[in-house]
């Protein structure tokens, strides 16, 4: 009985032990290595800012944002109510940084607690997101102010043997 029992819980923490460990891809004699993590990434809201690019020259200036911003808002508003719900807020996130969980989230753009997002609400948000990527204040954001560098990540025990 007590083997039973000793198998039993070894069984059940095998499924916990093997989500610690990342899955690698088997090793196929001449195929290309598996491509390495990145280490430069960028943001939803960044992605965003760069897709008010408009006229192509990789810059986005203070006129696009603030022109670029206008048009999201005004494509989620659709009752031109000048105010998103926090459903259509989400929706907005959605299409505009590829994720309706993306940072900022409603809770942080809606100031006064009415459940809603105003334009003035957003607008004074996305100011500040204008601020904190326009690194060396030239009214400018290129597209290294935009993408983040970010070590590989670091496992000690990498080529190394385990004991046992």
């Known amino acids: 009985m007590r083997l039973f029992l000793l198998l039993a ?25 598996a491509q390495p993590q990145a280490t430069v990434i960028a943001e939803p809201v960044a992605l965003l ?17 603030d022109a670029g911003l206008k048009r999201s808002f005004d494509s989620a508003d659709t009752g031109h109510a000048g105010m998103l719900g926090y459903i ?19 809770f942080e753009l809606d100031r006064d607690g009415d459940n809603k997002v105003s334009w003035a609400e957003f607008q004074d948000r996305f100011a500040q997101i204008w601020t904190r990527f326009d690194r060396n204040k030239d009214g400018v954001i290129e597209r290294s102010e935009l993408v983040t560098i970010r070590p590989p990540a670091f496992n000690p025990m990498d080529g190394k043997r385990k004991r046992r």
């Open 88 to 106: 259509a807020y989400s929706d907005w996130s959605l299409r505009w940084m590829g994720d309706r969980n993306t940072l900022p989230s409603p």
């Open 49 to 65: 800012i760069a897709g008010f690019d408009a006229d192509g020259d990789a810059r986005v200036t203070r006129a696009e944002f």
């Open 9 to 33: 819980a070894c069984t059940a923490a095998l499924p916990a032990a093997a989500q610690d460990r990342v899955a690698q891809p088997p090793i196929v004699p001449g195929a290309p290595a």
